[in-house]
C-alpha cells in the first residue's frame, strides 16, 4: 500500500536471517525492462531442491511484497516453505518475487512512466516460465501477496482468471466500495500524491472502477467461478482494512463465487499471529493444486443421505454450495410452482443487488395503456453502457404478464446487461400486427432512453418465450414495425426465440387447432405480415437469431429448422438448442437459474453479438 509509514507492512514478524534463506536455494537477478524508469527490475527466485536434475515443469507461485519491502520477502518465507514441503504440506513450487515501487500497488501508474502490472503480465511471467520451467497454464500459476502485495494478488488474479486459478491475499488494502465515492474517508488512507500517480489529477473515476477490485468482481462474476480465491484479515487491522476484506467476503458471497475468508480474532496488520496465517494461505495453495478427483466414501454418503432427506421433503438438494434458485422439485400444481419460482428469483434479485423500476409507460406522453403497454427495467449499481435485454412473456396472445421473467433479470443484469420485461395488448382487443407494434415501439423507446439506466442503446436484444418469441420474430425481421416505430431493423443487435411454434405461419396453421384460429383467423393474406419466415431477405438487416426448443417438441423442431435454414441461407446467423429435459414452461421457467445448460447456451449468444 501507499501508506504514510514506511514500515515493511507484513514482514515484521518473520525476523529470518538472509543466511538462512540462501540455503533454500534463492537466486537473485534483475531483468532489463522498457516498462519502468529504472530500466531494470530486481527480483528473487525460490528453486526446490534437485530442480535442477528434474526436467518436470513445476507449479508457480508469484509471491507480491508489502510496501516498504523488496524482493528479499522471499527470503523470509523461504524457510516457512521449505518446512512446509518437507513435511508433505506442500508441493515443490516455483517462487518468485520482483521489487517494485512503494505504493504501486503493482498498478501501471497512471503517467504511463511504470507500467508495472504490464511488466508482470507481459515481461516478467513469461520470463519465469521460459527461464526456471514454471507452469505455463492457469491450473498452475498462482499469485499471492501481504498487504500491498495482497492488493496486488486480488487485482492481477481477478483481472487475469486466465492466467491465475488462484490466488491467495492476506490483509489487503481492498477499498470497502465499488466506487471512490462509496469509500469511507477512514478508508482512504493513501496521501493525496499517491493517489494521483495512480489515478490521475483530475481523479480518474472510470480508472479506479477498472481497478479495483471489488468493481472487477462485480462488472462480471462469472469470470470468476473457476477461480480459488483465498481472503484473510486480522479482525483488529491497524489500517482497519476489516472493512474492504470483508466487503469483498460479502460481493463474493452474493454473487455465490466460492471462495475462502478468515477474519482472524486478536489479529493485527503486523505481530506473530502472521507466521501461522502465513502458513494457512500456503496451505489453501496446496489444496488448490491437490484437488481430489474423487470423495471419500463417508463424504459421499453423507451427501446421499442429506438428498434423500431433501427429496423426501420436496425440496432440492443443496448440493456443494447454497443453490440461490429454485430449491424445490415441481409440485405438479402449476399454479404452485410459478408462485415459488416469483418468490425465490425475487430473493435472488435481492442478494445480487438487482433492483427493478416498475411500470414505466413505453408511449411516454403520447398516450396508451398504462398497464398493458408498460414495461420493468431491471439495473443494479455500476452498470454503465451496458446491452439492453428486452423480454416479451408468452401467455398465447391473450394472457401473460411482465413479472413472467423470474430468474432472467438476476441472472442476465448479474452478467452486465441492461434487463427490460413488457407487457403488450392482447386479442381481441389488439390484432397481432399492433402486438407486434408494442414490441417494436418498446424497443424503440429502449433506443431513446437506455443510456438513463446505464443502457447501450446500440446494443438492444430481443427475447421472447412462445407467443412471445413469435412478436420478437416478427419485429425482427419485417421492417414495417420498426420502421413504424421511428427505428430500424439493423439496431437490433440479436433475437433469441424461446420455443416458439410460429415461425412460418402458414406451415404451422396447417395443422393448427381452433386456439391458433382464433388468433391468427382463417386468412392466409394476413397471416403474411405476421409470419418472421416470410421477411428474411439477405442485406434487410435482419440480427443473428439464437432458437431455444422445448425437448421433443416435433412443432417447435420443425418451425426452427425451417427457420434456420432460411436465415442461413440469407446470410445470416441462426443456431438452435434444443434444451434435454425442458418442456414448454420449465425452459422458460429454468433460465437464468445456476447450472442451467440453456442459460450457459444463451450468455456465450449475448457475449458473441454484445461485446
Avoid at 526436467?55 to 528479499?72: I, K, Q, S, T, Y
Avoid at 482497519?240 to 471462495?259: A, K, N, P, T, Y
Amino acid at each position: 500500500m501507499s501508506l504514510r509509514s514506511r514500515i515493511p507492512i507484513g514482514l515484521v514478524c518473520l525476523s529470518v536471517s538472509v543466511a538462512q534463506a540462501q540455503e533454500a536455494r534463492i537466486q537473485r537477478e534483475s531483468l532489463p525492462t522498457d516498462l519502468v524508469a529504472a530500466g531494470s527490475v530486481d527480483y528473487a527466485v525460490l528453486l526446490p531442491e534437485g530442480y535442477f536434475q528434474d526436467a518436470e515443469r513445476l507449479p508457480l507461485v508469484l509471491m507480491l511484497h508489502g510496501a516498504g519491502g523488496d524482493r528479499e520477502q522471499l527470503a523470509r518465507f523461504a524457510p516457512q516453505i521449505r518446512e512446509m514441503q518437507a513435511a508433505g504440506e506442500l508441493p515443490e513450487l516455483v517462487v518468485a518475487t520482483p521489487s517494485v515501487a512503494t505504493g504501486s500497488i503493482y498498478m501501471d501508474s497512471h503517467d504511463g512512466m511504470n507500467r508495472w502490472e504490464t511488466f508482470v503480465m507481459d515481461e516478467f511471467l513469461p520470463h519465469l516460465r521460459a527461464e526456471y520451467r514454471a507452469g505455463r497454464d492457469r491450473r498452475t500459476t498462482m499469485v499471492t501477496g501481504i498487504s500491498m502485495g495482497g492488493f496486488g494478488s486480488l487485482r492481477l488474479g481477478f483481472k487475469y482468471p486466465e492466467t491465475f486459478g488462484a490466488v491467495a491475499a492476506m490483509e489487503p488494502g481492498a477499498w470497502p466500495g465499488l466506487t471512490w465515492d462509496e469509500v469511507p474517508d477512514r478508508n482512504k488512507i493513501r496521501s493525496p500524491e499517491r493517489i494521483a500517480e495512480l489515478f490521475g489529477d483530475p481523479f480518474d473515476h472510470q480508472r479506479f472502477q477498472r481497478e479495483n477490485p471489488a468493481s472487477i468482481i462485480q462488472s462480471d462474476p462469472s469470470r470468476l467461478r473457476n477461480s480459488a480465491i483465498y481472503l484473510d484479515v486480522g479482525d483488529e487491522d491497524g489500517f482497519g482494512f476489516m472493512e474492504g476484506v470483508d466487503f469483498l467476503h460479502r460481493l463474493l458471497w452474493r454473487h455465490r463465487i466460492r471462495h475462502e475468508y478468515r477474519l482472524v480474532r486478536w489479529a493485527d496488520h503486523v505481530g506473530s499471529t502472521l507466521t501461522e496465517r502465513s502458513r494457512d494461505r500456503f496451505r489453501f495453495l496446496a489444496r488448490y493444486l491437490e484437488q481430489p478427483t474423487q470423495q471419500e466414501p463417508a463424504v459421499e454418503r453423507f451427501r446421499e443421505r442429506m438428498a434423500a432427506s431433501h427429496r423426501s421433503r420436496g425440496m432440492q438438494p443443496f448440493g456443494f454450495w447454497p443453490n440461490s434458485t429454485l430449491r424445490s422439485f415441481s409440485s405438479g400444481d402449476s399454479a404452485a410452482d410459478y408462485a415459488r419460482a416469483s418468490r425465490d428469483s425475487e430473493e435472488v434479485r435481492r442478494e445480487r443487488g438487482v433492483v427493478r423500476i416498475s411500470d414505466i409507460p413505453y408511449f411516454g406522453d403520447q398516450g396508451g395503456d398504462p398497464t398493458r403497454q408498460s414495461l420493468d427495467i431491471y439495473i443494479r449499481e455500476g452498470l454503465s453502457d451496458a446491452p439492453v435485454v428486452l423480454y416479451v412473456h408468452g401467455g398465447g396472445w391473450i394472457r401473460g404478464d411482465k413479472a413472467r421473467a423470474l430468474f432472467k433479470p438476476a441472472a442476465l443484469v448479474l452478467d452486465g446487461h441492461v434487463f427490460a420485461s413488457m407487457n403488450y395488448r392482447f386479442h381481441p382487443q389488439a390484432s397481432l400486427a399492433e402486438m407486434a407494434q408494442d414490441v417494436a415501439t418498446a424497443a424503440a423507446w429502449l433506443r431513446r432512453h437506455a443510456a438513463k439506466y446505464g443502457g447501450d442503446p446500440s446494443r438492444i436484444v430481443l427475447m421472447g418465450h412462445s407467443a412471445g418469441g413469435h412478436l420478437v420474430s416478427v419485429v425482427a425481421t419485417n421492417p414495417a414495425f420498426m420502421d413504424a416505430a421511428g427505428a430500424s431493423l439493423g439496431e437490433l443487435a440479436a433475437v433469441v426465440a424461446i420455443d416458439t411454434a410460429m415461425l412460418n405461419v402458414p406451415l404451422r396453421m396447417a395443422t393448427a387447432g381452433s386456439s391458433q384460429h382464433r388468433v391468427f383467423g382463417r386468412d392466409p393474406d394476413a397471416w403474411i405480415p405476421v409470419s418472421p419466415w416470410h421477411h428474411v431477405r439477405q442485406g434487410s438487416g435482419v440480427p443473428p437469431f439464437l432458437l431455444l426448443i422445448a425437448d421433443g417438441r416435433a412443432v417447435s423442431r420443425e418451425q426452427a429448422a425451417a427457420m434456420r435454414d432460411k436465415l442461413l441461407g440469407a446470410g445470416i446467423e441462426a443456431s438452435i438448442f434444443e434444451a434435454e429435459g425442458r418442456a414448454h414452461m420449465p425452459l422458460d421457467t429454468y433460465i437464468g437459474v445456476e447450472g442451467d445448460e440453456s442459460t450457459r447456451i444463451l450468455s456465450e449468444f449475448l457475449r458473441r453479438h454484445t461485446n
